[in-house]
């Protein structure tokens, strides 16, 4: 999508539990010491999530430089480096954020 769309910037992060939410009532029991959105700006992950943070740090990454236009080599890297955590960074048992019918 980003290829096709070729936006001017873009802002990637991994989701925050905010207090009194159905999101924060589903995983609030699994927050450590980072409570808070505030309290972490580097793409940690304060659940358990489907990968762990340096796979979204990686496709971060990737994104970022894809939109500010970087050499075909450098997004080759990047995006190799994405693939290779996608395989080898999925949690065991993320929490399921939605149940289905």
Known sequence: ??????????????????PGTQFFNLVGAQLGPKKNWEDSDDLAMMFQGAYKSDFYRALRDALHAQVDGARDVELSALWGRVEALEKTSATANPTPLWTCC
């Open 1 to 18: 999508m980003v290829r096709e769309t070729r936006p001017d910037e873009i802002g990637v992060s991994v989701s925050y539990l905010l």
